[in-house]
């Protein structure tokens, strides 16, 4: 079992660009959240995805978006990349338990972003 | 909106003492409180989690205690050793797990 895997793992972007950062989850795992750490912070929830849809979102412009596929991996996208985007993605999986408590996360190693 | 405080910021012991991490959450439909543990340039690894069903769980020398009418949890670390210096994120989570809020991580020194 490879657990979660991310890449690229590290990326240079110019502002204005856009990316796109890729996640594989753990085996058996069907839905995929995106976190945002910047140095020295906690990670903050950007969305998390199941079943292909968007399912939570947190307080992040609509320059970032999402996607799932019917394997389960997920894909992120920032547009009009600004400085402050420069930050450690991370890229967490877990199986959702419909009306049970919430889930245990595992992390993939995460993409380092630097936006220049 | 949903938030998790997590105190202190930075914590120095000395290698054998006790290590204590408090986090208040705001959301009372949380039900799922895990502690995940990073150690510089690698990804967070969860260590120890709790159920609202649950007061308190230990696994070796590390334990949670969870108060649902005050909203706090707390993770307790006895016999510190050094390879337990690291930053910790306290989170919390609710049913079906949709979103999962992370406190800002409190940086643990452990001096030999």
């Known amino acids: 079992d490879a657990g979660v895997t991310q890449s690229p793992t590290h990326l240079i972007k110019t502002r204005g660009q856009q990316v796109t950062l890729r996640c594989s989850p753990k085996s058996g795992h069907d839905t995929v959240s995106w976190y945002q750490q910047a140095l020295g912070q906690g990670p903050q929830f950007i969305f998390q995805?199941?079943?292909?849809?968007?399912?939570q979102r947190g307080n992040f412009p609509d320059r970032f978006s999402g996607h799932q596929f019917p394997n389960y991996s997920s894909e992120l996208n920032v547009n009009a990349l600004l400085l402050g985007d420069s930050a450690l993605y991370l890229c967490a999986s877990s199986l959702i338990v419909a009306r049970g408590p919430g889930a245990e996360a595992f992390f993939g190693q995460g993409t380092r972003l630097t936006v220049v | 909106g949903e938030n998790v405080e997590q105190h202190p910021s930075t914590l120095s012991v000395q290698e054998g003492d006790s290590a204590v991490i408090k986090c208040t959450y705001s959301?009372?439909?949380?039900?799922?409180f895990p502690w995940y543990k990073q150690e510089l340039g690698k990804r967070p690894q969860l260590i120890i989690d709790i159920r609202s069903n649950v007061g308190e769980k230990k696994d070796q020398r590390i334990a949670v205690t969870l108060n649902k009418t005050a909203k706090h949890f707390s993770l307790h670390i006895t016999e510190t050793q050094p390879e337990d210096s690291a930053v910790y994120f306290c989170?919390?989570?609710?049913?079906?797990?949709?979103?999962?809020?992370f406190g800002a991580g409190t940086r643990l020194f452990v001096k030999a």
């Open positions: 989170a919390s989570s609710y049913t079906g797990g949709f979103k999962t809020i």
């Open positions: 995805y199941y079943e292909e849809e968007e399912r």
């Open positions: 959301d009372s439909a949380s039900n799922y």
